[in-house]
């Protein structure tokens, strides 16, 4: 994809949706953590299910801690993997309570230092949280990436490096929101939307497309 279909492609997605957001429901810094966190391998959908139970009865370190790894289990079990789940956010809760004054950190370093906390889930957290222009790579912004030829690589790290390169500085703090939205809702794995699609004559995919 060229400078100016990149600028273009963007602009059409920002025009359409001026503030995008996480899908994921959170009131603090720490709810998003603990829900990007619960997030791996799973949909929002069921996220969001999950912790509007769970915030009820605990939403801070600490009170996770005083709930329990059992019933921290019980509460999330509809989630996919929910035991290490729990496991890993108990762990991040007891770091997190020793090391930082029960808040969650900006530095990079120290949020991938926290149990079940991966590159992505700390791009998310600085991003959403903290206003910086990080790229979180999931599996729909890598493969909108890949498709549309907007920041080809073969790595989730390389695809996030790519991003941070070619995506133009207006973008860059909304680029994945709007990446994220556009591969779940219209760039899907198994049936793209091409014929919906509108950023199709910036994509180097859709642009080879004869549709009716």
């Known amino acids: 994809m060229k400078p100016a279909d990149i600028a273009s492609f963007f602009a059409t997605l920002r025009a359409a949706n001026p503030q995008p957001a996480s899908e994921l429901e959170y009131t603090t810094v720490f709810e998003l953590l603990a829900a990007v966190l619960l997030s791996a391998q799973a949909t929002d959908v069921s996220v969001n299910k999950a912790t509007r139970r769970l915030f009820l009865v605990a939403n801070t370190p600490q009170q996770l801690l005083d709930l329990g790894e059992a019933k921290v289990a019980d509460h999330i079990k509809t989630i996919g993997l929910y035991r290490n789940k729990a496991k890993h956010l108990l762990q991040t809760c007891r ?41 979180a790579v999931d599996t729909h912004v890598f493969r909108v990436s890949n498709r549309t030829g907007l920041a080809p690589g073969r790595t989730t790290l390389a695809v996030e490096q790519q991003l941070d390169t070619r995506v133009p500085p207006a973008y ?21 939307k091409c014929g919906d699609c509108t950023v199709r004559l910036q994509c180097s995919t859709g642009r080879k497309l004869k549709l009716d």
């Open 95 to 135: 770091i997190l309570v020793d090391q930082h004054g029960g808040q969650v950190p900006r530095s990079r370093d120290a949020l991938e230092a926290l149990p079940g906390v991966g590159r992505k889930t700390a791009n998310v957290v600085l991003n959403v949280a903290f206003g910086e222009p990080t790229n």
């Open 172 to 192: 860059r703090q909304d680029a994945h929101h709007w990446l994220i939205l556009h591969g779940r809702y219209v760039c899907t794995a198994r049936s793209p």
